[in-house]
């Protein structure tokens, strides 16, 4: 199969459909830092910037499948939750218009979970209806990276990242129920066993133990509670800046600001201010900021993918500030994996 990548960012649906032997005929992607990427890792692949001027003619084939997530600032809780009435929210009705112009088989929409309250629920009726009106059947599902175990990622990834995905098919809401419903209970499955990454300090005569745990600053609750659940990250998203602290404590402070059980808050894409969290509690030993590596494999990306060269500088030298935004941006490799063997299953009537 072949598809077409709007707002494609650094890739990840590349990155999860190569295995599966599918080729990219295009991306859509204005932003510097992530086309550089995108040229780095895809050099043979078009980028056609704006995909509100692509059509049939431009890319000069249908695509199996047209994928993509259009800016989700005002579907979010966090937002004004202006949603449609607004340039960016307007994005999403663009996607509905490229559909038409193209005439894709598959649909694969991603979003942020609040466009399902965003506008009182009419934001994600008026975009599901226009589905309709281009005779698309659909079904939508809100996926979260902990659960989503596929054959490459087997416990899955330790990220809260809930995404509503949209799926759909030609004429047909049979299949996209198919891809999206099916007999594996994940929500309710147990979360995926991690080995806890606990010791006894010889620091002292008292057994002291020391937990790595990860923080966050801002406490929006815009991507989940501020509080960790076990053995799960929180969402990656733009606006945080993610740091790891090693604590270390005899005696539980239940007045601390401290998040346990291995459990690391939403990593974000704007990281790359001077600000560092605030912890309290009078045992911390050290805190410092996750690395991109960290980031990447909270998305299960390939260490260093976004480490590339950028504006005449080798790759070592890449901006790590772009690079957690790239990195925050992203969609989860698990999921879009798991969507894309469920779609070639059904495709394929395995």
Known sequence: MNYLSICSGIE???????????????????????????????????????????????????????????????????????????????????????????????????????????????????????????????????????????????????????????????????NPAKVLFNQEPMPENPYPSRRKKKRTSDKSKKNITENLVVIRDSHTKSNGAPWSEKDVSFTLTANDIPSITVMETSTPDKTARIYKDEVSPTLTAMTGGNRQPIVFGDKIKTIRRLTPIECERLQGLPDNYTQIPYRGKPKEQAPVSKRYEAIGRAMSINVMEWLGTRIQKVHNNV
């Open 12 to 174: 990840s649906c590349s990155v999860a459909w190569n295995p599966l032997g599918w080729k990219p005929i295009g991306f859509s992607e204005i932003e510097e830092f992530r086309s550089a990427v995108l040229k780095y890792h895809y050099p043979e692949v078009k980028n056609y910037g704006d995909f509100t001027k692509i059509t049939k003619q431009t890319i000069g084939t249908k695509p199996d499948i047209l994928v993509g997530g259009t800016p989700c600032a005002t579907f979010s809780i966090a937002g004004l939750r202006k949603g449609l009435g607004e340039d960016r929210g307007n994005l999403a009705l663009e996607f509905i218009r490229l559909i038409d112009r193209i005439k894709p088989k598959w649909i694969v929409w991603e979003n942020v979970n609040g466009i399902l309250s965003s506008n009182g629920g009419k934001d994600l009726a008026t975009f599901l209806g226009a589905l309709a009106e281009l005779r698309y059947g659909f079904a939508y599902r809100v996926l979260d990276t902990q659960y989503v175990r596929t054959s490459r990622f087997p416990r899955a990834i330790p990220q809260r990242r809930r995404r509503i995905f949209v799926i759909g098919h030609y004429r047909d809401w049979r």
